[in-house]
Nanobody, 127 residues
Protein backbone atom coordinates (compact mmCIF):
# COMPACT_ATOMS: atom_id res chain seq x y z
CA UNK A 1 0.00 0.00 0.00
CA UNK A 2 1.27 3.48 -0.91
CA UNK A 3 -0.20 6.82 0.10
CA UNK A 4 0.49 9.94 -1.95
CA UNK A 5 -0.08 13.46 -0.66
CA UNK A 6 0.28 16.46 -2.97
CA UNK A 7 0.86 20.05 -1.93
CA UNK A 8 1.88 23.37 -3.42
CA UNK A 9 -1.01 24.31 -5.64
CA UNK A 10 -2.59 27.72 -5.77
CA UNK A 11 -3.42 30.77 -7.82
CA UNK A 12 -0.73 32.46 -9.89
CA UNK A 13 -0.63 35.00 -12.69
CA UNK A 14 0.42 33.99 -16.19
CA UNK A 15 4.19 33.88 -16.43
CA UNK A 16 4.55 32.98 -12.78
CA UNK A 17 5.85 29.83 -11.10
CA UNK A 18 4.65 27.18 -8.69
CA UNK A 19 6.25 24.08 -7.24
CA UNK A 20 4.17 21.01 -6.51
CA UNK A 21 5.28 18.31 -4.10
CA UNK A 22 4.13 14.72 -3.77
CA UNK A 23 5.17 12.78 -0.70
CA UNK A 24 4.89 9.00 -0.81
CA UNK A 25 4.48 6.90 2.32
CA UNK A 26 4.23 3.17 2.77
CA UNK A 27 6.42 0.97 0.64
CA UNK A 28 9.91 2.15 -0.31
CA UNK A 29 10.67 1.15 -3.85
CA UNK A 30 14.12 0.73 -5.34
CA UNK A 31 12.61 0.80 -8.82
CA UNK A 32 9.48 2.63 -9.86
CA UNK A 33 7.92 5.46 -11.80
CA UNK A 34 6.14 8.48 -10.36
CA UNK A 35 4.25 10.91 -12.50
CA UNK A 36 2.16 14.03 -12.63
CA UNK A 37 -1.12 14.17 -14.52
CA UNK A 38 -3.57 17.02 -14.78
CA UNK A 39 -7.26 17.28 -15.40
CA UNK A 40 -8.94 20.48 -16.49
CA UNK A 41 -12.65 20.94 -15.91
CA UNK A 42 -14.63 18.77 -18.30
CA UNK A 43 -11.51 17.19 -19.75
CA UNK A 44 -9.75 13.86 -19.47
CA UNK A 45 -6.78 13.35 -17.18
CA UNK A 46 -3.64 14.03 -19.19
CA UNK A 47 -0.02 13.07 -18.70
CA UNK A 48 2.31 15.92 -17.71
CA UNK A 49 5.61 14.41 -16.60
CA UNK A 50 7.17 11.28 -15.13
CA UNK A 51 10.35 10.27 -13.39
CA UNK A 52 11.59 6.70 -13.35
CA UNK A 53 14.28 5.36 -11.09
CA UNK A 54 16.12 2.09 -10.77
CA UNK A 55 18.51 2.21 -7.83
CA UNK A 56 20.64 5.29 -8.59
CA UNK A 57 19.59 5.85 -12.21
CA UNK A 58 16.77 8.21 -13.11
CA UNK A 59 15.02 9.24 -16.34
CA UNK A 60 12.54 12.02 -16.89
CA UNK A 61 9.72 12.40 -19.38
CA UNK A 62 7.56 15.38 -20.35
CA UNK A 63 4.48 16.11 -22.38
CA UNK A 64 5.24 18.38 -25.32
CA UNK A 65 2.98 21.07 -23.89
CA UNK A 66 5.19 21.52 -20.80
CA UNK A 67 8.64 20.68 -22.14
CA UNK A 68 11.08 23.46 -21.36
CA UNK A 69 8.78 25.01 -18.74
CA UNK A 70 8.27 22.24 -16.18
CA UNK A 71 10.91 20.22 -14.36
CA UNK A 72 10.31 17.01 -12.44
CA UNK A 73 12.71 15.93 -9.72
CA UNK A 74 12.94 13.52 -6.82
CA UNK A 75 14.34 13.56 -3.30
CA UNK A 76 14.87 9.88 -2.54
CA UNK A 77 15.60 10.50 1.14
CA UNK A 78 12.21 12.16 1.55
CA UNK A 79 10.36 9.81 -0.81
CA UNK A 80 9.07 12.93 -2.54
CA UNK A 81 8.84 14.13 -6.11
CA UNK A 82 8.47 17.72 -7.21
CA UNK A 83 7.14 19.51 -10.23
CA UNK A 84 8.64 22.95 -10.76
CA UNK A 85 6.33 24.85 -13.08
CA UNK A 86 7.66 28.02 -14.69
CA UNK A 87 6.24 30.36 -17.31
CA UNK A 88 2.76 29.22 -16.41
CA UNK A 89 -0.05 29.80 -18.87
CA UNK A 90 -3.83 29.96 -18.33
CA UNK A 91 -4.11 26.64 -20.19
CA UNK A 92 -2.07 25.02 -17.40
CA UNK A 93 -5.06 25.51 -15.10
CA UNK A 94 -6.15 22.11 -13.83
CA UNK A 95 -6.21 19.77 -10.89
CA UNK A 96 -2.78 18.13 -10.75
CA UNK A 97 -2.49 14.53 -9.59
CA UNK A 98 0.52 12.60 -8.47
CA UNK A 99 0.68 8.88 -9.25
CA UNK A 100 3.00 5.95 -8.71
CA UNK A 101 3.56 2.72 -10.59
CA UNK A 102 4.42 -0.03 -8.13
CA UNK A 103 4.52 -2.87 -10.62
CA UNK A 104 6.69 -2.48 -13.73
CA UNK A 105 4.87 -1.63 -16.93
CA UNK A 106 6.06 -0.95 -20.45
CA UNK A 107 4.44 2.47 -20.67
CA UNK A 108 4.38 5.51 -18.41
CA UNK A 109 2.08 8.09 -19.94
CA UNK A 110 -1.44 6.77 -19.47
CA UNK A 111 -3.69 6.70 -16.46
CA UNK A 112 -3.80 2.89 -16.57
CA UNK A 113 -0.05 2.69 -16.01
CA UNK A 114 -0.44 3.80 -12.37
CA UNK A 115 -2.06 2.02 -9.47
CA UNK A 116 -1.90 4.64 -6.70
CA UNK A 117 -3.00 8.25 -6.91
CA UNK A 118 -2.98 11.32 -4.73
CA UNK A 119 -6.04 13.39 -3.98
CA UNK A 120 -5.11 16.17 -6.40
CA UNK A 121 -4.21 19.82 -5.98
CA UNK A 122 -5.70 22.79 -7.81
CA UNK A 123 -3.49 25.01 -9.95
CA UNK A 124 -5.12 28.14 -11.35
CA UNK A 125 -3.29 30.47 -13.72
CA UNK A 126 -4.95 33.82 -14.34
CA UNK A 127 -4.40 35.83 -17.50
Amino acid sequence: QVQLVESGGGLVQAGGSLRLSCAASGRTLRRSVMAWFRQAAGEERDFVSALSWNSGDTDTYYADSVKGRFTISRDAAKNTIYLQMNSLKPEDTAVYYCAIQTTPRLTIATVRDYNYWGQGVQVTVSS
